[in-house]
C-alpha cells in the first residue's frame, strides 16, 4: 500500500532566460520560458497518530523557495564542455564559440548544470528538493515534473526503474 501526492500549486512556477547548446558551436538564440513545476512524492505509511503522511504546510514554502530562486533570472550553466565563464561581483561574462554574452551579476542563477534543457532542470530541482525532505516522513520515491509550454513536460523520478 502506498499514498502519492502531487503538489502542483499556481505559485510552483518560475519565468526565465536561456539558452539551450546543441553542440560546440551550435546553440538556440537567448529566449524564456515559463515553467510550471508539479512535486509527487510516495509514502507506504502515515503517522499513526495523524492519520497523515507529513504536513503540506512544511513543504510548500521549500519548493515554493526553490522556484522564486529560479525565477526573473539568467539561467547558465556552469559544467558545459562548450560554455567559459569570467565572473565578478558586477557581472558574469559567458563565452560559447564565436559569442559574447554579458550580464549583470545580480540577473544570473549559476547552475551546477552541463545544459538548460528542461531534462537538466527537472533533475536540479529534485536534487535541490530532496536534500530537504527525502529522508523525512518516510518519503519512498520522489518525482519533479516540469511543463515547458502547454502539454510539453519533463518528469525526472528517483524510482523510475522500479515502476518499470
Not at 510552483?12 to 510550471?36: M, R, V
Not at 558545459?80 to 557581472?91: E, G, T
Request: glycine content about 2%; charged content about 25%; some cysteine.
Amino acid at each position: 500500500m502506498a499514498y502519492c501526492f502531487r503538489l502542483a500549486k499556481e505559485n510552483f512556477k518560475f519565468s526565465c532566460t536561456h539558452f539551450t547548446i546543441f553542440g560546440p558551436s551550435s546553440a538556440e538564440k537567448l529566449h524564456g520560458h515559463n515553467y510550471k513545476v508539479m512535486f509527487e512524492f510516495t509514502c507506504d505509511k502515515l503517522l499513526p497518530d495523524l492519520a497523515m503522511a507529513f504536513d503540506f504546510n512544511e513543504i510548500k514554502p521549500t519548493m515554493k523557495n526553490i522556484c522564486d530562486q529560479l525565477d526573473e533570472s539568467i539561467l547558465v550553466p556552469t559544467q558545459s564542455p562548450y560554455v567559459q565563464l569570467k565572473q565578478d561581483d558586477k557581472q558574469v561574462e559567458l563565452f560559447f564559440a564565436d559569442k559574447t554574452y554579458r550580464f549583470p551579476r545580480e540577473d544570473v542563477h549559476l547552475l551546477p548544470i552541463i545544459n538548460v534543457t528542461v531534462e537538466a532542470l527537472a533533475f536540479y530541482l529534485h536534487q535541490e528538493v530532496q536534500k530537504s525532505f527525502k529522508s523525512k516522513w518516510g518519503i519512498r520515491n520522489f518525482a519533479v515534473t516540469i511543463e515547458e509550454t502547454d502539454g510539453q513536460s519533463v518528469t525526472f523520478d528517483d524510482d523510475v526503474q522500479q515502476k518499470r
